[in-house]
């Protein structure tokens, strides 16, 4: 395919591969942020591709995994009452709450479904008038445009039957959280080239500047990937903190205006907590009162439940970077993509499952 | 999650009062809302996620992008053998 093709090349890879072993002097740590782009790292490899002074943790950025226990418990809880039909991203059914998954509640007859777009979410809300459809949005700034257009849509074609548990985090925050920690290793980031692709990158220089971090936003392929970890390795090995961007054939430094004003119009920033790293400040978006007609939290009238994470797991530092998936005592035996215990093993982009799935566990056994 | 691919716009209409259009992914076509990106046109790249183009593809940018990484790579590629062995040497 026309502009995925070419940044798989093999060629380009290894050339970029060896311009890092040729620029590298010193130890290194650097972040990806974004779960995709943890993914990518882990299919091709590319870990093993970098000189032993560059170690690459993988950030927080997976929407699947740092949604809260409470949410996927709200949503059960929903998906049982008989006049609602609970709608989500296929990858939301097995992701467990504290007892149960949504794939499960299907299983004992709650009506689920799996949708690809909020577009299909409002459809299934045109054709069943007479039930309640909840619509079980997470995400971060790349998908909160198209989750807000859904409430946008439904406001303006008066469907009463449309509703959205809504759960949004925003990076910059946790970035913040992450460099603010007295044990951060962190020393170069990768920025998710997809939400800077709707929010461009201001917030990031202005991370730059707070930190004297040096950030390149980067895409998913890996010759982006390559690329954006050589961008950070010159910058760091030339003493540099600046802002690069890599990711230039879908990001500008503005982003995307009408999809910033879509999500500004329909949410507004709140304190969120991030399953795995807890409450952080101003880390979320809720729907703003304007659209309370829509709000599945406001309507049902749901409970505030509160539940631990198990003791076991990690992720919180796995999260952070300061753990690795096979740290974790309980990695690929009492925690696995089928039981997952924690945050990170959840979503295939989650840094455990992929870790799990491109067998970096054979080490242990 | 924040998954998002490129196809190209083969036709540009409307959807319940939104910008939509048939979008290819190599070879696959499907209906995508383009109302984030009223700059669009028949024949553009746009990325796409959730169902909704989030970008147009900066066809300039991405060729400018790869010719230079390609140039690398060539260049690269005369020095003998592969830095995937020569990675796999270091601890």
Redesign the interface.
């Known amino acids: 395919m026309k502009y995925l093709d070419e940044y798989r090349d093999e060629y380009i890879a290894h050339g970029l591969a060896a311009e890092i072993h040729e620029q590298v002097t010193h130890p290194w740590v650097l972040m990806e942020i974004c779960g995709g782009q943890t993914h990518t790292i882990m299919r091709y490899g590319l870990d093993e591709l970098l000189p032993k002074e560059v170690e690459l943790v993988h950030g927080p950025g997976c929407p699947v995994c740092v949604t809260p226990l409470e949410t996927i418990d709200k949503a059960i809880e929903l998906s049982s009452r008989p006049d609602v039909t609970l709608v989500s991203y296929g990858d939301m059914l097995r992701v467990p709450g504290s007892d149960s998954d949504l794939f499960h509640a299907k299983a004992d007859g709650s009506d689920v479904r799996v949708v690809y777009s909020p577009l299909e979410a409002l459809k299934i809300a045109r054709s069943n008038p007479n039930r309640k459809i909840v619509f079980l949005a997470i995400g971060f700034e790349t998908t909160a445009p198209a989750n807000a257009m859904a409430i946008w849509q439904a406001q303006r074609e008066g469907l009463e039957n449309f509703f959205m548990l809504a759960s949004h985090v925003l990076v910059p925050p946790a970035i913040r959280l992450l460099l603010r920690s007295p044990d951060n290793r962190v020393q170069g980031f990768i920025a998710p080239g997809h939400v800077c692709t709707v929010m461009g990158y201001r917030q990031y220089e202005d991370l730059v500047s707070e930190f004297h971090v040096p950030i390149v936003v980067g895409g998913f392929e890996p010759v982006d990937l390559l690329e954006a970890i050589l961008m950070l390795v010159r910058q760091l090995e030339q003493r540099q903190a600046k802002l690069e961007n890599q990711y230039v054939r879908s990001v500008s430094r503005p982003g995307n205006v009408s999809a910033q004003q879509m999500v500004e119009k329909v949410f507004e920033i709140c304190d969120q907590k991030w399953r795995g790293l807890g409450m952080i400040p101003l880390s979320g978006l809720r729907i703003r009162p304007e659209f309370a007609a829509h709000d599945a939290e406001r309507i049902f009238g749901l409970a505030e439940i509160h539940v631990e994470e198990p003791a076991e797991c990690i992720s919180a530092q796995v999260l952070k970077g300061l753990k690795k998936p096979t740290d974790c005592t309980a990695f690929a035996c009492r925690c696995t993509p089928e039981k997952p215990l924690g945050a990170p093993m959840v979503s295939a982009e989650g840094a455990c499952a992929a870790y799990y799935r491109y067998r970096r566990h054979k080490v242990l056994a | 999650?924040?998954?998002?691919?490129?196809g190209?716009i083969l036709e540009i209409s409307e959807s319940?009062?939104?910008r939509a259009g048939r979008v290819e992914?190599?070879g696959i076509v499907s209906q995508v809302?383009l109302?984030?990106?009223?700059e669009a046109q028949t024949g553009d790249?746009v990325?796409v996620?959730?169902?909704?183009a989030?970008?147009r593809?900066?066809?300039e940018?991405?060729e400018r992008?790869?010719q230079a990484?390609?140039s690398?790579?060539?260049?690269?590629?005369e020095?003998p053998p592969?830095?995937?062995e020569?990675?796999?040497k270091?601890?």
């Open positions: 999650m924040c998954l998002a691919i490129p190209r319940n009062g939104l992914f190599g809302c109302d984030f990106v009223p790249y990325i996620h959730v169902g909704f989030i970008s593809v900066n066809r940018e991405a992008t790869y990484l390609e690398m790579g060539l260049l690269e590629g020095l592969s830095t995937g020569s990675s796999e270091t601890p």
